[in-house]
Structure formats: C-alpha cells, structure tokens
C-alpha cells in the first residue's frame, strides 16, 4: 500500500498570538460568578428585542422572497439611503452610491486591508489600538508602525516623522472613544492629520463605530470632513454599538475607485451580506427614531462610566492611571510600574471579576500594566461590586 503523504500544513500567520490573549481572557470572563468588564458588548438592556423582532416579521411576510434571495454585492439600496442619510445628517455629505454595506466594520477593515495592503507595505496607527484591526493588517504581511499617543489622541508630530521615514499607505484611527482607551482626536488633531494626507499623500481609515456614543462635550467633526481629507479617507461605521452587534451590519463610505475594488473584494468574500438582515434594519431604521433611543443609551452609558470612575480610586493600586472618556464604552487603566495585567488575569478571575489585558492592543512593545475596562455592560451596583473585587485582586 502507497505511503500516506500529509497535506500541506497551514500558512502561518502573525495575527494568531495576541488574539490568543483575548480570547483566553473571554474564556476566563464566562466563569459563573465572575463580573466581566471584559468584552465590548452593548448593554443587554438597550437592544430592541420587540422592535426588531416586528422588523424581521414584517419583511418576511411583505417582501419574503427578496429578504431570502441572494441580492446586491454594496447593499440594500434603502439601506444605504438611510446610511447615507444619517452620515449627512452627522456633517458629512454622503451619496448612498458612495458606500458599502459590510458584514460589520469589522469585513469593511479586513477589506479595506485587501485592496490597500502588499505584503511588506507600511501602516502607521496610534498606540495602543483597536487589536482586530491589527488583526487584519497582520493577514495582508503589511507591516504595523505604531505612534505615541496620548489623551489627546494620536501625537501628530510623531505621525508626521513616521510618515517621513516609513511612507505609510495607511493611517489607521478610531477618533471616537476609542477601543480600547476611550480617548477622543482633538479637533486640531483632526485638522492636522487631514492636512498631513494631503501633502503627503497617504489613506486615512476613520474607523467610528462609537461615534453616536457622546455622552459628554461637544460632537466632532470627523476627519474625512476636514478640507483635504475627503478624497483619501475612508470612514467606517457600524450599527453594532447603536442597535445589535448580531445583526453584523456595518458599511463603508469611500472615494469611488477605492468603493469598485472593496465591491470586487466582497464579491469574493462572500458576494453580499445577508439579505434579510439588511432589510429588516432598514425597516427598523425607516420606522423607529433611533435617535430617540440613543438619548437613553447615552445617558445610561454616562451614569455606568461615571460609576466605574467614581471607585478606581479608591480600589486601585496608588499609582494608577486611567482615561476619563466622553463616551462610548471603555476605559483604561495604567497600573503602576511593575505590575503585570495579563500575569495578575486569573486572580482577578479568582475574585469573581475580569477585565481585558492591554498588552494585545499594542503593535510596538506593549505596556504590561495597562489593562481594559468595559463599564456599559453593569448598572451601578455591580460595577461597585466589581471594583471592590478589583481593588482586592490587585492589592
Ligand atoms: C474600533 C472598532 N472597530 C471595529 C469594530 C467591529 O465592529 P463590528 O461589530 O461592526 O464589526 C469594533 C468592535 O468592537 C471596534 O471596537
């Protein structure tokens, strides 16, 4: 009988390692009993359960054979109106033409990264960042240079000499709330970045899917609407924060050319995103005043945030740092010197609570006292509780 010969192994890939951490972190969160400021999840009380439920039911018995057939590789066209409504609405002119619709912001990144990226090419983001989106650029063999950054959001200065020395083809920012710091660009920030594309020529990815998650200050406007940026920016957004993160429904808006080699890209990914899906949320967007709803999700995101703030200094070790965000859904913690988030994980665990190692986050060599707090999943009396917890696991 011939020899048994193994097939090819797999194609090893960067990106696997630090996915590891998180999902290991995950894991350890679900333990019962355990408190998790862990994942990045909507709180369960402001998903519309009955509304959307009434949206599925509605399409499939008025339109079921459209909501069940394969259909449009760049979306729902009344989906995309309605984006595009929303995006103007929020300061941005947008055609519904100039979008995509994405299997969440997380398929519009991994194809941005496609039609972007060479092995070898340069992307430059802020420090710490946005770990799928590391993720994505890591499976395209780009390289990841990473900038200071600080409340204030990304250090234009040091972007401007990393540009000079490394000729990013991308630049890579969450502006608003960002994952995983909460930190907010300031707006001179924004002004200057756009003009540093400009003159410099590279791709901004405005990555924003909490944008409509202020619950503090001033609205900003984004970088892709600052003179200059319009033509090299691509804005990505997501109605995973404001409605369900199930429902995986995100878009893309982009300069024309850019927009035909994503909709080729997703051909080939996975021809279009579920039919049912995108028409039963632009339902639910034509017929309910989400905005409405967003002024509670904010004021119940404030109070939660301003809960969690209210105990960190008296649970956390003296020394310790951390972000004071106006929105969204996370904070960041700096332990001091010598502490090590990730090591310290399963005591924490051990004392019924969990939170997200920052060491993940960053592309250049990670700070190990950092770690990640969600405060949007817990009312007040668990956050109390769980930052008592905390403060014992990490005294
Ligand atoms: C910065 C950032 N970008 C993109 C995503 C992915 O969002 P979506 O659920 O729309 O894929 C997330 C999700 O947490 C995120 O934090």
Same mark, same amino acid.
């Given at each position: 009988m011939a020899e048994r010969v193994p097939p090819p192994g797999l194609v090893p890939r960067p990106a696997a390692a630090s996915s590891s951490v998180i999902r290991d972190a995950l894991a350890l969160a679900r333990r019962p009993g355990v408190l998790s400021f862990a994942g990045g999840m909507p709180a369960s009380e402001l998903l519309d359960v009955e509304g959307l439920r009434a949206a599925y039911d509605h399409v499939l018995s008025t339109e079921p054979v459209a909501a069940l057939q394969y259909s449009l590789t760049d979306g729902d066209p009344r989906l995309r109106e309605l984006i595009a409504g929303r995006l103007t609405g929020r300061g941005l002119d947008t055609d519904p033409a100039g979008l995509v619709v994405t299997t969440g912001a997380q398929q519009a990144l991994m194809l941005l990264a496609t039609v972007l990226l060479r092995p070898g090419d340069t992307v430059a983001v802020e420090e710490p960042t946005y770990l799928a989106a590391l993720q994505c650029f890591a499976y395209t063999g780009a390289r990841v240079v990473s900038v200071p950054a600080d409340d204030g959001g990304i250090d234009v200065d040091a972007l401007a000499h990393v540009v000079a020395r490394d000729r990013p083809r991308l630049v890579y920012l969450?502006? =608003?709330?960002?994952?995983?710091?909460g930190r907010t660009l300031a707006l001179e920030r924004r002004r200057a970045v756009a003009r540093l594309a400009e003159t410099r020529g590279f791709w901004i990815?405005?990555?924003?899917?909490?944008?409509?998650?202020?619950?503090?200050g001033e609205h900003l406007p984004w970088v892709a609407a600052q003179t200059g940026a319009r033509d090299r920016t691509v804005l990505l957004g997501s109605?995973?924060?404001?409605?369900?993160?199930?429902?995986?429904l995100g878009w893309m808006s982009a300069p024309p050319a850019l927009l035909r080699a994503v909709v080729l890209a997703k051909q080939a990914m =996975?021809?279009?995103?579920?039919s049912v899906d995108q028409a039963a949320a632009a339902h639910y967007l034509a017929n309910h005043d989400i905005d409405a709803r967003l002024v509670g999700g904010r004021a119940l995101y404030r109070e939660r945030c301003d809960a969690m703030l209210g105990e960190l200094s008296s649970v956390l070790p003296p020394g310790s740092t951390w972000s004071r965000p106006d929105g969204g859904m996370f904070l960041w913690v700096r332990l001091p010197e010598g502490f090590d988030s990730a090591a310290l994980l399963p005591k924490a665990v051990d004392h019924g609570v969990s939170y997200v190692p920052g060491a993940p986050f960053f592309a250049g060599p990670p700070d190990a006292s950092t770690l990640r707090l969600s405060f949007a999943g817990h009312g007040r009396e668990e956050t109390v509780e769980g930052m008592r917890r905390l403060g014992k696991a990490l005294s």
């Open positions: 969450v502006p =608003d709330f960002q994952n995983p710091t990815a405005e990555d924003d899917p909490y944008g409509e998650l202020r619950f503090r109605l995973s924060k404001i409605l369900a993160p199930g429902l995986r =996975d021809l279009h995103t579920s």
